[in-house]
């Protein structure tokens, strides 16, 4: 019998999960599997499908208008989401099977997309959960997904508590949980404890790099029970470019005018929102600094704001250019290994809890970053940009950047644990 050659994804709509899923299919579909992705019907993937040759692309019916989004926000969405969406998925997978003559392989779904296991179930179809963040970001759910939000809010009142480590996972404290700016507590766990219940899932697979996260990744494998292949980075695991927005390169020339290690690069991410008075302060440190500065500036990332126009998103080809000496970001796990990937040590600005733990491991584990503490003031930020690019303690940090760099780099190249990881999945989706 001939193997089943095709894969489903289902993503997460929103950039910051979709360009690593479709990395991931592109990854796939260089080793000879068809991919068909399904998505919602706002911030579809497809819009720029241009970039997916070959890849179908279908549209679940009856999913949640983005209007929902904005009146429920992020973990009230995702859960009503996730229940509105499971029969239609079931139709639509009964469809695909239909016209493809039972050819599925594997359904990859994004982790809050657990929808997707009932339908994999059903059709008795492997799946794989897809995780586009850390590995200790996902341990950290599992731990919250064990907890009382009642007795959490209690026991964090508590200094001792607060400053106490999370078991075998140094230096995580149970502070730094990934608890904050979320909406409700008790709401933010069910949501946990739905993402870390496996279902029926044959293995996780996870965008990082065995020599990033070894402790946290063998902490994963523990608490789900199931294999756990770390794939990342998945923009150089593939190399095909993937982003959803198009890039706008006019910066490149002026890089190329610019000395050797001597540019801030700073960009905050697809969804920050920033206030006008700390966007002047970040603008009046920068010049402060007499260093040269090249700034994304995301259309609407400027609250009240009209007049902010597109520059690029993906940050590659910045980050990868020889006058880049340090990237200023809100240390998203994207940005994050991207910066990682390029050696270029990070000023870390974080938003919300999941990239506070991305902060942590830069700062206390990498030793690659360093955060901008408290509110953005004007002479806090020139302090900090001349640390990172004129500073010894800087050097030393961009030492560490492109020693890291080489390892990430081993990882995918033959041999490395990314590269193995990725064999053994198309191995295992073969065998089926």
């Known amino acids: 019998m001939e193997a089943k050659r095709r894969i489903v994804l289902v993503p997460v709509p929103a950039q910051g999960h979709v360009t690593p899923m479709m990395q991931l299919g592109k990854a796939l579909n260089l080793k000879g ?12 993937v497809s819009s720029s499908s ?3 040759p070959g890849f179908e692309f279908v549209t679940i019916p009856k999913s949640l208008p983005e209007s929902v989004l904005e009146r429920l926000g992020p973990i009230e969405f995702l ?33 809050f997309m657990y929808f997707s296991g009932a339908a994999a179930k059903e059709f008795k179809i492997p799946s794989f959960i897809f995780s586009t963040s850390s590995a200790i970001n996902q341990v950290s759910r599992c731990v919250l997904s064990k907890l009382s939000a009642e007795k959490f809010l209690v026991d964090m009142e508590d200094p001792e508590v607060q400053e106490k480590l999370v078991e075998n996972l140094h230096p995580l404290r149970y502070k730094d949980l990934p608890t904050s700016g979320v909406g409700p507590l008790d709401r933010l766990f069910e949501l946990c404890r739905e993402i870390v219940n496996k279902r029926t899932a044959s293995a996780v697979i996870i965008n990082t790099v ?18 756990v292949y770390a794939l990342g980075p998945l923009h150089i695991t593939v190399s095909a470019a993937s982003g959803l927005l198009e ?6 020339e002026w890089l190329n005018k610019q ?110 970053g360093f955060q901008v503490q408290s509110e953005v003031e004007r002479g806090g930020v020139e302090r900090a940009v001349k640390r ?22 081993a990882a995918v190249r033959s041999g490395g644990s990314s590269y193995n990881a990725l064999e053994e999945i198309v191995n295992y989706l073969k065998r089926e």
């Open 33 to 44: 599997f068809s991919i068909t992705v399904v998505e919602g019907q706002f911030n579809k």
């Open 50 to 52: 241009q970039n997916f």
């Open 79 to 111: 859960i009503e989401l996730n229940k509105t969406s499971e029969a239609s998925f079931k139709d639509c997978i009964a469809q695909l099977l239909l016209q493809q003559g039972n050819d599925i392989a594997c359904i990859i779904y994004d982790e």
């Open 210 to 227: 065995k020599c990033l996260e070894s402790s946290p990744l063998t902490r994963l494998q523990h608490e789900l029970g199931i294999p």
């Open 247 to 252: 890039e706008d390169r006019s910066c490149i």
């Open 259 to 368: 000395k050797p290690r001597s540019v801030i690069y700073i960009s905050l991410g697809s969804i920050v929102q920033m206030e006008t008075k700390e966007v002047l302060e970040m603008a009046w440190g920068l010049s402060n600094s007499n260093q040269p500065f090249l700034w994304v500036i995301r259309p609407g990332s400027i609250a009240g704001s009209e007049w902010i126009e597109s520059l690029p998103e993906e940050v590659n080809r910045v980050l990868g250019h020889l006058a880049v000496g340090g990237f200023w970001s809100h240390c998203g796990w994207n940005s994050t290994l991207e910066s990682i990937v390029e050696g270029v040590p990070m000023i870390c600005r974080p938003f919300d809890g999941e990239q506070k733990l991305n902060v942590l491991s830069l700062e206390s584990i990498w030793r690659i």
């Open 388 to 409: 990172l690019i004129v500073e010894e303690d800087g050097a030393k940090m961009r030492e560490r950047a492109l020693f890291l760099k080489e390892n990430l780099k």
